[in-house]
């Protein structure tokens, strides 16, 4: 088959890879560096695949192989949804999982929340999912207080505590209540207390030692 494939020209000449945002191309090619020039017929492609779905990053991976010189290799990869901050820094995906250990002073990671406290990762997609797309963007961090609420530090500074329940109402109310907020008047609140039905209780930054 080698001969073969080598007076007709059927070796493996080229992998061609979907467009990849976090996996770095250089590491599906090592997959195949022993099997360059060799028989398209022979490459091992259920065991290849099998060794790429085992990154971290890898959610779907499939191979087609042309029978004449090229592999294409289609990679759906995981959907990165926030940082874990414990002992380490960690990314995990829409559905819970961890991707990989990052540095969390790497701007590339910037525009996740960062989830803190016991359980905060078991819970974090529940609160991902009640979070308005107004607000994706300016929330810094989230706290799992008590195994039971979420604490919200929005990258203005200020805090939001949440209720049990009703999450993305409350998160609502604090729309309204911004809306109805000059810049000034923020600057002097420390708080929004959001965890009783449809109130709001301030808390102002203390100037007595100012």
Do not use: C
């Amino acid at each position: 088959v080698e001969n073969f494939s080598k007076n007709y020209e059927y070796s493996l000449k080229n992998i061609e890879i979907n467009n990849l945002n976090y996996i770095n191309n250089s590491q599906i090619n090592d997959f195949f560096s022993d099997y360059m020039e060799k028989s398209i017929f022979l490459i091992p492609i259920k065991k290849i695949s099998y060794k790429i779905s085992l990154i971290n990053w890898v959610k779907n991976v499939s191979l087609k192989n042309d029978y004449k010189n090229t592999i294409k290799v289609t990679i759906v990869e995981k959907k990165p949804a926030g940082i874990y901050i414990g002992n380490n820094s960690l990314l995990f995906s829409n559905d819970g999982k961890i991707i990989d250990y990052i540095n969390i002073d790497n701007n590339n990671y910037s525009k996740f929340i960062k989830f803190r406290g016991n359980n905060s990762l078991i819970y974090a997609n529940l609160l991902l999912d009640s979070i308005p797309m107004s607000l994706e963007n300016s929330i810094e961090e989230a706290i799992y207080i008590g195994n039971r609420r979420w604490d919200i530090i929005l990258k203005n500074g200020l805090y939001l505590k949440l209720p049990e329940n009703n999450i993305s109402e409350s998160f609502n109310n604090y729309i309204k209540l911004y809306k109805n907020i000059s810049n000034d008047e923020l600057q002097n609140i420390e708080s929004i207390d959001l965890r009783m039905p449809n109130k709001a209780i301030l808390k102002f930054v203390d100037t007595k030692n100012d």
